[in-house]
Nanobody
Framework: QVQLVESGGGSVQAGGSLRLSCAASGNTHNIGCKGWFRQAPGKERERVAIIYTGSGGTYYSPSVKGRFTISQDNAKNTVYLQMNSLKPDDTAMYYC????????????????WGQGTQVTVSS
């Protein structure tokens, strides 16, 4: 099993920045990718950014591309999401997720999820 623990959420004014962290523990050897999803009240869950463990390749939602940066420290089994130029529309619960293996990641299947961290952006 893999446990994911997020940190770094909070409240910020529009235009500000936040950095989220997600530390993985447990049986992390085969994790193919880690990433961030978000869900606002009344809205569907959105895939925000993904990073592949081996290659470091990334995916960004068009809504955040150019403003958010995902990175990883494989030695620490930690993934980060640097969020700049935040907008009120970025307000949501942010969840860290991981794919058990690379094949799962390619299929868009994420077996492990964190509890979430709230990000609130005020205008």
């Amino acid at each position: 099993q893999v446990q994911l623990v997020e940190s770094g959420g909070g409240s910020v004014q529009a235009g500000g920045s936040l950095r989220l962290s997600c530390a993985a523990s447990g049986n992390t050897h085969n994790i193919g990718c880690k990433g961030w999803f978000r869900q606002a009240p009344g809205k569907e869950r959105e895939r925000v950014a993904i990073i592949y463990t081996g290659s470091g390749g990334t995916y960004y939602s068009p809504s955040v591309k150019g403003r958010f940066t995902i990175s990883q420290d494989n030695a620490k089994n930690t993934v980060y999401l640097q969020m700049n130029s935040l907008k009120p529309d970025d307000t949501a619960m942010y969840y860290c997720a991981a794919g058990a293996e690379l094949g799962s990641c390619y299929l868009g299947r994420y077996q492990y999820w964190g509890q979430g961290t709230q990000v609130t952006v005020s205008s």
